[in-house]
Nanobody, 125 residues
């Protein structure tokens, strides 16, 4: 599975962005997906995850209520809708696909085998 993230950019605090992650390969629809982020000088952290079917989602505490993960298996794409952005949301955002098939949500980076190149989100105050 190859992943291509896009949609990052510069936005003012309180604004919104939608990230997209397009997957190639025929096994996208069978895999759980996740979004992670890495701020400058910090470790990569979990943002959100979605099951292979899209029926189950899980959002990290830092983004709960502001970000929403979703997927369109027909388009082999996973999205991250980000609202009410804060300066502390500034980071490189990565999408990732789980190693196995038919997985549920997972916040552990160890469960993800395929990673996109990242897209930079900068939130100004």
């Amino acid at each position: 599975v190859q992943l291509q993230a896009s949609g990052g950019g510069l936005v003012q605090a309180g604004g919104s962005l939608r990230l997209s992650c397009a997957a190639s390969g025929r096994t996208f629809s069978n895999r759980g997906m996740g979004w992670f982020r890495q701020a400058p000088g910090k470790e990569r952290e979990f943002v959100a995850a979605i099951s292979w079917s899209g029926d189950s989602t899980y959002h990290g505490n830092a983004v709960k209520g502001r970000f929403t993960i979703s997927r369109d298996n027909a388009r082999s794409t996973v999205y991250l809708q980000m609202n009410s952005l804060k300066p502390e949301d500034t980071a490189v955002y990565y999408c990732a696909a789980r190693l196995g098939y038919y997985g549920s949500t997972s916040y552990s980076q160890n469960d993800y085998a395929f990673w996109g190149q990242g897209t930079l989100v900068t939130v100004s105050s």
